[in-house]
Structure formats: structure tokens, C-alpha cells
């Protein structure tokens, strides 16, 4: 079973940046695929960005494509989510998870563990 936590979140202007930590607890950490979700009020939890257990294939959305980066360090047990050239629109909380099939890691029931969330605001 694994545990994550994330943090990080916070007021940010537009144009600004932000890193979301997921602090994973257990020894199974390096078998899971890691993805981040975000939900604005009133909206579907949607996507972001997922990396697989040992690092080498990623996946973003398209809305986060080429402003936000995922990665991971197997060795602290966390993955992390640079989000860059932030835009109001960002505006949600943002949720860490682990998943075991890479398929469905797009998908919310691709995932097995969720975190409890982290807001992240971004001013216009």
C-alpha cells in the first residue's frame, strides 16, 4: 500500500511558478506510475501529467504541454510537477496518485492511491 502527500501549492501570479511535491510513504513506491489530477470548483477532476514507475515515459495534457514538468526521485519516495508559466486557469486543487497500469494512467480509475490535494490560485 502506499501513502502520498502532496504540498507546494500556493498563490502564485500570472506568469509565475510553482513545484508540487507527492511524498510517497512505503517500499513500493519505484513500482507505480505517478500522475497528478486537478479539479477547479464546479469541474470534473481532469489530468495533468504522469510519469511511470522508473521514469522514462511521461504524459501530459495538452492544456499543460510544454509549461509544466513531471518527475520523480525513487530514492526519496517523491514526484514532483514544475508547473511554469502559470495562467488563471490553473486554478484548482491539484492531486498526486500512484497508479499500476500505465494504459489507463490518463484516467482517474487508473488509479489506486490518492493524495488529499493541494491548492494552487493563480492571479490574474
Known amino acids: 500500500q502506499v501513502q502520498v502527500v502532496e504540498s507546494g501549492g500556493g498563490l502564485v501570479q500570472a506568469g509565475g511558478s510553482l513545484r508540487l511535491s507527492c511524498a510517497a510513504s512505503?517500499?513500493?513506491?519505484?513500482?507505480?506510475?505517478v500522475g497528478w489530477f486537478r479539479q477547479a470548483p464546479g469541474k470534473e477532476r481532469e489530468f495533468v501529467a504522469a510519469i511511470s514507475s522508473s521514469g522514462g515515459r511521461t504524459s501530459y495534457a495538452d492544456t499543460v504541454k510544454g509549461r509544466f514538468t513531471i518527475s520523480r526521485d525513487n530514492a526519496k519516495n517523491t514526484g514532483y510537477l514544475q508547473m511554469n508559466s502559470l495562467k488563471p486557469e490553473d486554478t484548482a486543487a491539484y492531486y498526486c496518485?500512484?497508479?499500476?497500469?500505465?494504459?489507463?494512467?490518463?484516467?482517474?480509475?487508473?488509479?489506486?492511491?490518492w493524495g488529499q490535494g493541494t491548492q494552487v490560485t493563480v492571479s490574474s
Open positions: 496518485a500512484a497508479a499500476g497500469r500505465w494504459a489507463l494512467i490518463s484516467t482517474i480509475r487508473g488509479y489506486d492511491y
Open positions: 512505503g517500499r513500493t513506491f519505484s513500482s507505480y506510475h
